[in-house]
């Protein structure tokens, strides 16, 4: 087993230990190495009791700005509330967090299935330090550095913002970046966790933080003959619970955690915090320590869906996971889920390969047009599986689908009703983002998956 990276505790100022290093490469350096960044402030003042400046060391740069997951939404004043097939697409107001209230939630403007939060500059002092403070509400929130970024043009596409390619903080890089090189890919963005002031009556995200005992992150890569990308092998990141035992008597089940389109391996355990999701989840005993492993799903042959990755999945590498991780083999210990592109990998599992696992959760995707009404086959083979399907309310894709991809989960649960196949759901305020999706998972995990069969699957 070749085995690239640990994770090792993620802390918001930057590692002593590192200091000397960077130092020796550059005076810009050496000023990241120093900076807090981010640095979570409580203030018990409104609007939420906290705020969180991000500092960046460039005294080179002419102008530094921030993009931010944090423009929010005012559900009673919105359109309408949740999506549907004749208004498919709901505007939020765009708020900013200093005009944040209880009950308002991310949701990027304009509303779309891309990341369209908003973009701030940044200030610069004598020393060449770029700051930007800004009042946040509990909860994890991805954000990203642009730096001497050209202006948009005069007449911008819908949803079309800077023209930069943005950078992860450097005080606060992913897990998989040391000392100044990446195992796996480069992710260009960082998270800051923000804890709860009940004063402000904002939502106790408590179990989005970082872990008092965690468990380990690992990118490991694998056989796949026949792969493209890269060639005959593929890439993968496990995660092992807090206090993994290899050798305890009973084996770990399994959950394989898909990414969405556009992304990688990476995904859910940077932008997703999956690894603080579970690892607080597991210790303070709302789920049983599981083994996740996050596949790559890029790079595979072209196929009808999705089939290619189905069998790579089934033949190279669930064997390889079982081989050299202490996991059952039984597909009644597995899960599978995925959020818009992994959603429809799900969805793959559920339609073809429904013995392959025993517990499905679909986030924000929905069944292909053809999948429309289930054969009764399909009807007789999802008996006694456990499916769960969740999104987000003003999710554009949640009535309308995605073009001839899939016709989005709304008519995935109605389709599910109508074989008369027991389904659990869970609809959140939010779009198509990495908030609702945090959410998701942990109700997947603590609601359905590697728990026994509701009443009405009997």
């Known amino acids: 087993m070749r085995i690239l990276i640990d994770k090792t505790v993620v802390v918001w100022a930057a590692v002593a230990g590192?200091?000397?290093?960077?130092?020796?490469?550059?005076?810009?350096?050496?000023?990241?190495?120093?900076?807090?960044?981010?640095?979570?402030?409580?203030?018990?003042?409104?609007?939420?009791?906290?705020?969180v400046t991000f500092r960046y060391a460039n005294p080179a740069a002419k102008?530094?700005?921030?993009?931010?997951?944090?423009?929010?939404?005012?559900?009673?004043?919105?359109?309408?509330?949740?999506?549907?097939?004749?208004?498919?697409?709901?505007e939020g107001q765009g708020l900013l967090p200093k005009d944040w209230r209880p009950g308002?939630?991310?949701?990027?403007?304009?509303?779309?299935?891309?990341?369209?939060?908003?973009?701030?500059?940044?200030?610069?002092?004598?020393?060449?330090?770029?700051?930007?403070?800004?009042?946040?509400p509990s909860g994890t929130f991805t954000y990203a550095f642009m730096v001497d970024c050209p202006p948009p043009p005069p007449t911008p596409a819908p949803g079309q913002q800077q023209q930069c390619k943005p950078i992860s903080d450097p005080s606060n890089r992913p897990w998989n970046e040391r000392s100044g090189a990446a195992a796996g890919p480069v992710t260009p963005n960082s998270q800051v966790f923000v804890p709860s002031d009940p004063a402000f009556n904002t939502v106790d995200y408590w179990?989005?933080?970082?872990?008092?005992?965690?468990?380990?992150?690992?990118?490991v890569?694998?056989?796949?003959?026949?792969?493209v990308t890269p060639k005959d092998e593929n890439v993968l990141v496990v995660h092992t619970p807090p206090n993994y035992d290899p050798a305890r008597a009973k084996p770990y089940p399994t959950l394989y955690l898909s990414h969405g389109g556009g992304e990688n391996e990476m995904g859910w355990n940077t932008q997703g915090v999956m690894n603080n999701i579970l690892d607080n989840l597991i210790n303070t005993g709302e789920m049983q320590p599981i083994v996740v492993v996050m596949?790559?799903?890029g790079g595979a042959p072209q196929s009808a869906f999705n089939e290619a990755y189905d069998q790579d999945l089934i033949n190279n590498m669930i064997p390889y996971v079982e081989q050299h991780y202490h996991v059952s083999k039984s597909a009644m210990d597995r899960a599978f889920s995925g959020l818009s592109m992994?959603?429809?990998?799900?969805?793959?599992?559920?339609?073809?390969?429904?013995?392959?696992?025993?517990?499905?959760?679909m986030m924000s995707a929905?069944?292909?047009?053809?999948n429309g009404t289930l054969t009764p086959e399909q009807t007789a083979a999802l008996k006694g599986k456990s499916i769960w399907v969740g999104g987000g309310w003003q999710d554009v894709i949640h009535a309308a689908g995605f073009g001839a991809s899939h016709t989005g989960p709304a008519r995935e649960v109605s389709t599910f009703a109508k074989a008369g196949i027991p389904v659990t759901t869970n609809f959140v305020n939010g779009g198509h983002e990495w908030y609702v999706w945090r959410i998701l998972l942990r109700d997947f995990l603590t609601r359905v998956a590697f728990l026994p069969q509701t009443y009405a699957a009997w």
Request: net charge positive; proline share 13%; charged share 15%.
């Open 18 to 51: 590192l200091c000397a290093l960077f130092t020796a490469f550059s005076p810009a350096a050496a000023a990241e190495a120093t900076l807090r960044s981010p640095e979570v402030t409580h203030t018990g003042k409104a609007p939420t009791g906290y705020t």
């Open 63 to 90: 102008k530094v700005q921030i993009k931010g997951e944090w423009s929010f939404a005012r559900p009673g004043e919105l359109p309408q509330y949740a999506a549907t097939p004749d208004h498919p697409v709901i």
């Open 104 to 136: 308002d939630f991310p949701l990027q403007r304009p509303n779309s299935t891309g990341p369209n939060f908003p973009v701030a500059d940044m200030a610069k002092d004598k020393a060449g330090v770029w700051t930007y403070t800004t009042p946040l």
């Open 207 to 219: 179990w989005q933080g970082p872990a008092k005992v965690q468990g380990k992150l690992a990118q």
């Open 221 to 227: 890569t694998y056989p796949s003959p026949g792969h």
């Open 295 to 297: 596949p790559s799903a």
């Open 342 to 361: 992994g959603g429809m990998l799900t969805n793959s599992f559920i339609i073809k390969h429904p013995d392959v696992f025993q517990y499905f959760g």
């Open 366 to 370: 929905g069944l292909p047009p053809a």
